[in-house]
């Protein structure tokens, strides 16, 4: 099954409108005759329809970083997902582990955003991943199993197939710490088999699951030269076009 990689820039609480510009001015034309990846950009919501406005007739599409489940309502400080539409997304962050660690979401929040997402259209990019303490207590695999069989609880087959899912260990998250390769494939494949075992072979095998965690141009290829790595989610080394640029191109098949 051939997957179209993703390579998706998270670039969090950073960059103002003015900012957010200067960096589409130098990276757009890098990555201008890159037609075999979808290259995705996150930047806060207040960039994000700056960011859909100079990405206009350009491959290149716009996340939000968070959403709130409800369609309208007195909920004041969220934005729903029909509204991020309505703003330029067409992706969606979900369930990113700062946002469990700080927000306190749970795999039960997740849920309930993603089908809120999954009903307006916007692709999700669902993020997992165990933490330090979890990975060396040998848990590592159970966590993931639970965070997919609840996170996606209730979600068609179709709709995990059009899925991604962002397996993102928590201790190399800003950490400099990346996991190995093997690491990294051990985990996708153990996600992919839990996918299958939840819905079918054919939609496991259509779901992207990338990459996230210390992402850099040094071992992107690497990583996604990894049979279950389809791409890669990136915090830090996102926030400068010139390296975001570098992990594009060494992320693409046969890079
Ligand atoms: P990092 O962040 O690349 O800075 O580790 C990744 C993420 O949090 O998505």
């Known amino acids: 099954m051939m997957r179209t990689p993703v390579l998706a820039a998270n670039w969090k609480m950073h960059k103002t409108v003015a900012e957010a510009t200067a960096f589409t001015a130098i990276f757009l ?144 998250i800003g950490t400099g710490r990346t996991a190995t390769p093997d690491q990294a494939q051990d985990a996708h494949y153990h996600i992919r088999e839990c996918l299958s075992a939840a819905t079918s072979a054919e939609a496991a095998s259509r779901c992207r699951l990338i990459y996230g965690g210390s992402v850099k141009p040094e071992n992107a290829s690497a990583l996604s030269a990894q049979p279950d790595v389809d791409g890669a989610l990136v915090g830090g080394a996102s926030l400068d076009p010139q390296s975001f640029a570098a992990i594009v191109a060494h992320s693409r098949p046969g890079q």
């Not at 703003?87 to 946002?99: L, N, P, Q, T």
């Not at 009903?119 to 979890?134: A, H, R, S």
Request: hydrophobic share 45%.
């Open 29 to 172: 034309p890098k990555v201008a005759d890159v037609t075999d990846a979808e290259i995705v950009l996150a930047p806060p919501l207040t960039a994000l329809t700056a960011v859909t406005v100079a990405c206009r007739s350009t491959r290149v599409a716009a996340a939000a970083q968070n959403v709130y489940w409800k369609r309208h309502g007195a909920f004041t400080g969220e934005v729903s997902a029909a509204m991020l539409q309505d703003a330029g997304a067409s992706y969606v962050i979900i369930g990113h582990s700062e946002r469990r660690q700080f927000f306190r979401e749970d795999d039960t929040i997740v849920n309930r955003k993603l089908r809120a997402s999954i009903d307006v259209g916007l692709i999700p990019i669902v993020c997992i991943g165990e933490t330090l303490d979890q990975r060396e207590a040998h848990e590592t695999h159970t966590v993931l199993a639970r965070q997919v069989g609840s996170g996606l609880n209730g979600l068609t087959t179709a709709e995990v197939g059009a899925l991604i899912i962002a397996y993102e260990p928590v201790w190399a």
